[in-house]
T-cell receptor, first 114, second 112 residues
Framework: GQQLNQSPQSMFIQEGEDVSMNCTSS?????WLWYKQDPGEGPVLLIA?????ELTSNGRLTAQFGITRKDSFLNISASIPSDVGIYFC??????????????FGTGTRLTIIP | SAVISQKPSRDICQRGTSLTIQCQVD?????MFWYRQQPGQSLTLIAT?????????ESGFVIDKFPISRPNLTFSTLTVSNMSPEDSSIYLC?????????FGSGTQLSVL
């Protein structure tokens, strides 16, 4: 089946640094999503991408849908303590979310060093 | 956005017993999903629960082990049956609402 590999698996950064993480797939997806999970909570959607090459921002977060449709990138600028958590990418074959399950990536755990 | 209440938030259970997890949504939704998140791992879909029909299970998950109920458009339960330590995970309920997937805060299950 499809697999989504995220890298890095974990990151230790200082407050104010920029963060980059990516997600690669063995097959094509038509929708890419990025979620953040805080401890003891369920994942929350950060950014949704629906078109190859699309670049979308949400505040300090920017995500891109790779041209090959097999990868996606998430950047966080000027990190702050509340950015700590686990970031998951998710892919979907359909370009219209609704009736199709998501495949989740392996996650990137972000830790901010004081 | 849909607000999901999931309970219990955590439980410690003995092997061989069963636990039923409840998921309540503040609005009517067509599709509800149950996910498992094993320690340090990603989310894996267990099944999709639609009101009025049997749940659809993903490969590797069976109804005898994870029976699901969906009596109405705002509520669902997942039972983890005949538990073993390998069932220790976070179980998450989610719903699709206006094109976005919302998650409950999860049930942290530990099986001794």
């Amino acid at each position: 089946g499809q697999q989504l590999n995220q890298s890095p698996q974990s990151m230790f950064i200082q407050e104010g640094e920029d963060v980059s993480m990516n997600c690669t797939s063995s097959s094509i997806f038509n929708t890419w999503l990025w979620y953040k999970q805080d401890p003891g909570e369920g994942p929350v959607l950060l950014i949704a991408l629906y078109k190859a090459g699309e670049l979308t921002s949400n505040g300090r977060l920017t995500a891109q849908f790779g041209i090959t449709r097999k990868d996606s990138f998430l950047n966080i600028s000027a990190s702050i303590p509340s950015d700590v958590g686990i970031y998951f990418c998710a892919g979907q074959l359909s370009s219209n979310f609704g009736n199709e399950k998501l495949t989740f990536g392996t996650g990137t755990r972000l830790t901010i060093i004081p | 956005s849909a607000v999901i209440s999931q309970k219990p938030s955590r439980d410690i259970c003995q092997r061989g017993t069963s636990l039923t997890i409840q998921c309540q949504v503040d609005s009517q939704v067509t599709m509800m999903f149950w996910y498992r998140q094993q320690p340090g791992q990603s989310l894996t879909l267990i099944a999709t629960a639609n009101q009025g029909s049997e749940a659809t299970y993903e490969s590797g998950f069976v109804i005898d082990k994870f029976p699901i109920s969906r009596p109405n458009l705002t509520f669902s339960t997942l039972t983890v049956s005949n538990m073993s330590p390998e069932d220790s995970s976070i179980y998450l309920c989610s719903v699709e609402d206006y094109g976005e997937l919302f998650f409950g805060s999860g049930t942290q299950l530990s099986v001794l």
